[in-house]
Nanobody
C-alpha cells in the first residue's frame, strides 16, 4: 500500500508560480501523477511520470507551464507550476498506480491541496 500527502498549495496571482509536493510512504514503486478538480467540474488529468522518472506526460492545458518530477530517494513527487492562470484554480490531487500516459489505473490518492489563482 501507499499513503500520499500533498502540500504546497495556496493563493497566487496570475502569472505566478507554485510548487506542489507529494510525499509517499509505504511501497513507492508506482507510476505517479497529478489530477485536479475545479468547482462544478469533473476531476481531470494534469501530468504523469514513470517509476524511474525518465518519461513524463502532460495535459495540453498545462504543457509548457507545468513540470512534473520525482525524487525516489525522498519518496517525493513534485509539480512545478509556472505562468499560472485563473483557470488553473482547483484542488490538486496526487495519485499513484500503474503508469500510462494519463495514469488511468490509479490505486492511491492523496487528500488534495487547494490552488487558487487570482486575476
Amino acid at each position: 500500500q501507499a499513503q500520499l500527502v500533498e502540500s504546497g498549495g495556496g493563493l497566487v496571482q496570475a502569472g505566478g508560480s507554485l510548487r506542489l509536493s507529494c510525499a509517499a510512504s509505504g511501497r513507492s514503486r508506482y507510476g505517479m501523477g497529478w489530477f485536479r478538480q475545479a468547482p462544478g467540474k469533473e476531476r481531470e488529468f494534469v501530468a504523469a511520470i514513470t517509476i524511474g522518472g525518465s518519461s513524463t506526460n502532460y495535459a495540453d492545458a498545462v504543457k509548457g507551464r507545468f513540470t512534473i518530477s520525482r525524487d525516489n530517494a525522498k519518496n517525493t513527487m513534485y509539480l512545478q507550476m509556472n505562468s499560472l492562470k485563473p483557470e488553473d484554480t482547483a484542488v490538486y490531487y496526487c495519485a499513484a498506480g500503474v503508469y500510462s500516459p494519463s495514469l488511468r489505473q490509479t490505486h492511491y490518492w492523496g487528500q488534495g491541496t487547494q490552488v487558487t489563482v487570482s486575476s
